[in-house]
């Protein structure tokens, strides 16, 4: 997942409505979560919108929306953890 060529770019007027802010700010902490914990693959892009955390247009929301989309489409990309035996951990990555 890759918003590389997105050219997104900061808001030059006004500042966003509080329900926006909201909304972007809770899909981009989740984001944040998975990205850390067990989608890797989602890093880059979800660093590159939380740079808009503060004041995000409707197109920085479109972009964090397509992520989630990807994570919909793609649920067995990730990291996985799972008990082999009673207190053995087996660690896969994909």
């Known amino acids: 997942m890759d918003v590389s060529g997105a050219n997104l770019k900061p808001r030059t007027e006004g ?6 802010i909201n909304e972007y700010q809770s899909i981009i902490g ?5 990205a850390n914990m067990t989608r890797a ?3 880059y892009s979800t660093h ?3 740079q808009f955390a503060h004041n995000p247009t409707e197109r ?3 972009y964090a929306k397509r992520i989630l ?6 649920p067995a990309l990730g990291i996985k953890f799972s008990i082999q ?3 053995s951990l087996n660690l ?3």
């Open 15 to 20: 500042l966003a409505s509080t329900n926006l």
């Open 30 to 34: 989740s984001l944040g979560y998975l």
């Open 41 to 43: 693959d989602i890093a």
């Open 48 to 50: 590159k919108l939380c």
């Open 60 to 62: 920085h929301l479109d």
């Open 69 to 74: 989309r990807y994570l919909k489409g793609t």
């Open 85 to 87: 035996d009673e207190g």
């Open 92 to 94: 896969q990555g994909y």
